[in-house]
């Protein structure tokens, strides 16, 4: 029997939680851009809302952290007519799907999920039915649409095998080779942000401090400012990327000064090798306002009109509908339901 093709598709999606910062243009939405305009693949992307509720949201933040989202996708460069973007819970096939694969999945893959015990904790008991099945959900977001790579961070991994397990065991379970089994797409620079004032902790909003990490909403002044007072050690840029290994702050402003530049590492340390701080915190905040400015222009300009980024969702799911509405019928009928 000859293999199964399947069209080139990526899939992938943020959350709506609200004050996006440098680390999720950096490590997701520059690359969904680099992925678009690559034209390789169909790219699917999504605004997940029905992952954001499996902990509590207030009703009214989160339609406009939905929004503000949508608004970072399209001021990064995603382009509405060439791209799909949309929010989750407009298109009910995810949630369809998700249900399928919940009674696909089995409970032993889903304790030991990472993220599972992290954000549980100890309270686990208290936690909601929607947090303990949020990877079958993203096996759905993701296998709804065939998709065939997923751009994913290191945190995220274990999430992509469990959809692979899911894909499988469909697959083997009715004799079908229905589902592709998704390819992750890792690495770059920058993957992964770093918090200016402790290189060892990824940036995050939920830091205390406001100097950890650079707002998409910081104006120019600001973003200077936070790079200047980042925190560095007192050695010189070395040669070599290698010689930053036990220098996490350094690395980090070097990881973000080349993937802003489209630079290899290797290529900033021979630009700027022996350059002090004084120096390179400078050139690093003036590509990052060259950078960002535009964006955050752009994201304020969008989110004046909330009827336009609605409209524009309500397109996208339509398209998206188009695409994941057959293949969660045919997975009905293979599982043996009828209509």
Not at 24 to 33: E, H, I
Not at 43 to 53: P, Y
Not at 124 to 139: I, Q, R, T, V, W
Not at 253 to 262: E, F, K, Q, R
Request: net charge negative; charged share 25%.
């Amino acid at each position: 029997m000859a293999e199964p093709t399947f069209t080139p598709r990526v899939f992938s999606g943020i959350q709506p939680s609200g004050g996006l910062t440098l680390g999720n243009y950096l490590g997701a939405l520059k690359r969904f851009v680099d992925m678009q305009n690559d034209g390789t693949h169909e790219c699917v992307f999504c605004v997940v809302d029905l992952h954001a509720i499996t902990v509590w949201q207030d009703p009214a933040a989160l339609t406009a952290q939905t929004r503000e989202a949508a608004a970072a996708f399209l001021a990064a460069g995603i382009d509405p007519e060439h791209s799909i973007l949309f929010n989750q819970s407009q298109v009910p096939e995810h949630a369809e799907l998700g249900w399928l694969f919940n009674c696909v999945a089995r409970m032993g893959w889903m304790r030991r999920m990472t993220q599972w015990k992290e954000k549980a904790g100890k309270n686990s008991e208290e936690a909601s039915l929607g947090l303990f099945g949020y990877p079958a959900l993203m096996a759905a977001d993701i296998l709804a649409y065939h998709a065939t790579h997923v751009p994913v961070g290191e945190d995220q991994k274990q999430h992509l095998e469990l959809t692979r397990d899911i894909a499988t065991k469909f697959n083997h379970d009715f004799g079908r080779d229905f589902f592709p089994i998704t390819e992750p797409v890792i690495g770059g620079p920058a993957a992964r942000v770093m918090s200016l004032r402790d290189g060892t902790k990824k940036m995050s909003k939920s830091d205390p401090s406001d100097m950890s990490r650079i707002n998409l909403s910081d104006d120019a002044d600001m973003i200077a400012q936070k790079f200047r007072k980042a925190r560095t050690d007192p050695e010189p840029l070395p040669e070599t990327y290698e010689g930053l290994k036990d220098r996490p702050e350094a690395r980090n402003l070097v990881d973000i000064y080349a993937a802003m530049t489209g630079q290899t590492t290797e290529q900033v340390m021979s630009e700027h090798a022996g350059a002090g701080w004084g120096q390179f915190k400078p050139a690093l905040a003036e590509v990052a306002v060259e950078t960002m400015a535009p964006i955050t222009g752009e994201m304020n300009r969008l989110m004046a009109d909330p009827g336009e980024i609605d409209r524009l969702l309500s397109r996208g799911a339509e398209r998206a509908r188009a695409i994941a509405a057959p293949i969660v019928k045919e997975t009905r009928a293979i599982m043996g339901m009828v209509g």
